[in-house]
């Protein structure tokens, strides 16, 4: 058998382009089913996040799988893939596994050392399991993946004051206002993000924070944690005339707030300035608001250009996060080639990986 992964990440490619390609939590368990089949693999697993997609596959050896995955991405999302496929990035055998274990970790994070990764992974991994698309050898690898990550994270410093993206979306809205303790704070989704913003804003002592989903239930269970205000979804637009700043991590199929929206708002806010940070793939928030005179769209890979303060002393940690990598490699190799006797596994030369992509 074959381990391969397929992807695209915050390095290869724009939002704009990560999106088309995503899959939402609701539609991911068919999907890992439909990509099984249709590609007859072995095993596989979506991981699908805000800065990558990444297909896991373990297939029969000697046998180009790279076509058919590619042709099931464009199947699935009604795209051409020809304007994306130099976007994508391919490793197989060892290779694979150190780019996951890398993932997991957060060492291939848009911020080093981040801990959300780690829950992401560790969802796709149980949201796969549930689907039935994973077996012997991806679970082993994702459990070694998880308990690598975890590994990483009490023997080395790489998260010494430890950042996020909602910690870093939090440090660009003071970046922008100077001081959050007077500003009123909308969270549009109740996810891991949304937990986590509500608990960086707090110890900024934002003044005050709405909470608002689809679901109002869910919304107040996550307002009552912090002493926020719960909204029902279908009237969050109106309470924007009093909102200072909007941070979207919903992660809906289309967008919720267009340019219109916004455009309307403004007299009625005395055109008064409304910062909103787009944290969600697929984005939440229409990108022609930007266009809208007083209104600030960031979107998640404006917040690349945040500097990390702490970046420096994650960055000497790389070495010794690299050997762990590579000793959890190591076993995991051992025990594949126990369960797959005579592996062929090899780095691919440049012309090879230019074949495999066309």
């Known amino acids: 058998m074959d381990l391969i992964v397929i992807g695209i990440n915050h390095k290869t490619a724009p939002v704009e382009i990560r999106e088309k390609l995503s899959f939402s939590p609701k539609e991911i368990i068919e999907a ?27 297939c029969d050896r000697g046998k180009d799988y790279l076509s058919g995955i590619k042709s099931f991405l464009g199947r699935y999302h009604g795209l051409g893939l020809s304007e994306y496929e130099e976007r994508m990035y391919v490793r197989e ?3 694979a596994v150190e780019h996951l274990f890398s993932v997991a970790a957060g060492l291939d994070s848009m911020v080093i050392g981040e801990m959300e990764i780690s829950g992401q992974v560790k969802k796709a991994y149980q949201d796969a399991r549930q689907g039935l698309s994973t077996g012997k050898v991806l679970n082993r690898l994702f459990e070694k993946a998880l308990n ?111 340019k219109n929206d916004i455009a309307s708002l403004m007299p009625r806010r005395k055109q008064q300035p409304l910062f909103i940070i787009d944290l969600a ?49 190591d076993i995991f190799m051992g025990w594949m080639a126990k369960e797959n006797p005579a592996p062929s596994y090899r780095r691919r030369t440049a012309e090879e990986g230019v074949k495999g992509e066309m």
């Not at 869910?218 to 309470?239: H, S, Y």
């Not at 007083?294 to 690299?322: F, H, P, Q, T, W």
């Open 32 to 58: 890992n089913r439909l990509l099984k089949e249709s590609v007859f693999l072995k095993e596989s697993l979506i991981l699908s996040t805000c800065n990558r997609v990444e297909i896991y596959a373990l």
């Open 148 to 258: 690598t990550a975890k590994k990483i994270r009490t023997k080395t410093f790489i998260g010494q004051g430890a950042v996020s993206v909602s910690s870093v979306a939090v440090r660009l809205a003071e970046k922008i206002l100077g001081r959050l303790d007077d500003k009123t704070v909308l969270i549009i989704g109740t996810g891991a993000v949304g937990e986590q913003l509500l608990l960086y804003l707090r110890k900024n002592d934002v003044k005050s924070i709405l909470v608002t989903n689809r679901t109002l239930e869910k919304a107040q269970g996550l307002a009552d944690t912090a002493r926020a205000t719960a909204v029902a979804f279908e009237n969050f637009l109106d309470r924007l005339v009093d909102v200072d700043i909007v941070i979207a991590s919903a992660g809906a199929p289309h967008h919720i707030i267009h």
């Open 93 to 95: 055998g060892r290779e």
């Open 281 to 329: 793939v697929p984005r939440d928030v229409d990108a022609g608001v930007n266009t809208v005179d007083n209104a600030y769209l960031y979107d998640i890979d404006d917040l690349k250009r945040i500097v990390d303060e702490n970046m420096s002393l994650r960055k000497n940690e790389l070495g010794d996060c690299s050997r762990i990598i590579g000793n959890a490699a």
